[in-house]
């Protein structure tokens, strides 16, 4: 069986943290658990470890050979990527001659001009851009074309293909879609970036925070209080940040605000009584999408604290630090990061470095408050 020697570990707390460069994937370990793992990358035989490890657990050695095995197969079993789609009879495909719909964004001083073939495709990107259209220009910097061919989605950046994707995994081609965005606007190459986290960032002007936690919880319409209130949201959503500041950088999409959010901002976001409202089936949510106070696209900050964010009716505001083992657990499964395995170690580095926080809350103004105090290093 062939072995992976290109691991990382990172002790966190109890436990190791080891990321598999075939695979790009983290998984969580007891450190004796872990010191297996690294032995076994560097060729060392299974009878050789199990025999230290059953001296070292007082354990008959055919127990720690049986032990060996298993985590052997689990570890080093394939894993299969189905992020990317592309099959190979498509790629010689081409764009459409005409699009129904061509939409004008202007972020910052940067216009892109993007193509849609029909009513789906527009309903998969446009609402969450809206707030950047301007008038048709003459002029723009870079061409995005979006078409479905075939059941599959295919996205073209300046007249080459980046990829296609099936309707069962359009997040995928969504998150390209943004990629390619955010590598346009802050002139960055895919592998530059550390990751980018699902999750909204807001900022005070010196530093930012991101806010995590299950879809319904909060997050956005948190976002939007803190809006209200003096704080700058520098993304919603889709969060990038870089390898080279490590630093998280804004993002130009609107704040997705749903139904049962309206009653408690509509007094302070009047807008939003008439704003389109979009039925997302797939994903069993209606949203309005409302507009980020952010005046400048190119804006990025560093962050050090990590906030899982949890609206609870009726709750006393609790806000207390978690165990980095558990928000590393949480702030995975939805976050893309960059397979480099430079990256990664920046990424972990980067990432023991933070504070985490659990707050629970159901008055606003105390929610409001103590995230001031986060940002003032008070807690």
């Keep these: 069986m062939k072995k992976q020697s290109n691991l990382l570990y990172k002790t966190v707390e109890d436990k190791t943290i080891v990321w598999f460069e075939n695979s790009n994937e983290y998984l969580i370990l007891e450190n004796t658990t872990a010191d297996i793992l690294k032995r076994l990358s560097k060729g060392i035989s299974v009878n050789e470890i199990a025999e230290a490890l059953s001296k070292k657990l007082s354990v008959p050695i055919?127990?720690?050979?049986?032990?060996?095995?298993?985590?052997?197969?689990?570890?080093?079993?394939?894993?299969?990527?189905?992020?990317?789609e592309l099959i190979n009879d498509y790629r010689d495909i081409k764009a459409p001659k005409s699009f129904e719909f061509i939409k004008y964004y202007k972020v910052n001083n940067v216009v892109f001009k993007v193509s849609y073939l029909g009513e789906k495709e527009l309903s998969l990107v446009h609402p969450k851009f809206a707030h950047l259209v301007i008038d048709n220009s003459e002029n723009f910097d870079y061409q995005f074309d979006v078409?479905?061919?075939?059941?599959?989605?295919?996205?073209?950046?300046?007249q080459k293909i980046i990829?296609?994707?099936?309707?069962?995994?359009v997040h995928y081609f969504q998150g390209k879609f943004s990629m390619q965005l955010i590598q346009k606007i802050h002139q960055k190459k895919e592998d530059e970036w550390m990751g980018v986290f699902h999750a909204s960032a807001v900022s005070n002007k010196k530093k930012s925070i991101l806010f995590l936690g299950d879809s319904g919880n909060g997050k956005s319409t948190s976002l939007a209080l803190l809006q209200a209130n003096g704080f700058t949201c520098l993304a919603d959503d889709f969060v990038p940040m870089d390898i080279e500041k490590r630093e998280v950088y804004s993002f130009p999409s609107a704040i997705s605000i749903k139904k049962n959010s309206l009653e408690t901002l509509l007094p302070i976001y009047p807008e939003l009584e008439t704003s389109a409202e979009y039925n997302f089936k797939r994903l069993n949510k209606i949203v309005r999408y409302l507009k980020p106070n952010?005046?400048?696209?190119?804006?990025?900050?560093?962050?050090?604290?990590?906030?899982?964010?949890?609206?609870?009716?009726?709750?006393?505001?609790?806000?207390?630090?978690?165990?980095?083992?558990?928000?590393?657990?949480?702030?995975?499964p939805d976050s893309w990061?960059?397979?480099k395995k430079e990256n990664t170690q920046i990424f972990l580095d980067w990432f023991t470095s933070l504070?985490?926080?659990?707050?629970?809350?159901?008055?606003?103004?105390?929610?409001?408050?103590?995230?001031?105090?986060?940002?003032?290093?008070?807690?």
């Excluded at 298993?70 to 299969?80: N, T, V």
């Excluded at 990025?300 to 657990?329: G, M, R, T, W």
């Design 62 to 84: 055919g127990k720690t050979i049986d032990f060996i095995l298993d985590l052997e197969k689990r570890i080093y079993q394939p894993k299969s990527n189905v992020e990317s």
């Design 147 to 158: 078409f479905i061919n075939n059941k599959y989605i295919f996205l073209f950046v300046d």
């Design 163 to 169: 990829g296609a994707w099936s309707n069962k995994n």
């Design 294 to 332: 952010n005046k400048n696209y190119f804006s990025h900050l560093p962050c050090n604290d990590l906030v899982f964010i949890k609206y609870e009716k009726d709750s006393d505001l609790i806000c207390e630090k978690i165990s980095k083992i558990d928000a590393f657990q949480q702030l995975i």
């Design 337 to 339: 990061l960059s397979p």
């Design 355 to 379: 504070n985490c926080y659990q707050l629970t809350y159901s008055k606003n103004e105390e929610m409001i408050k103590t995230v001031s105090k986060i940002f003032e290093n008070e807690l």
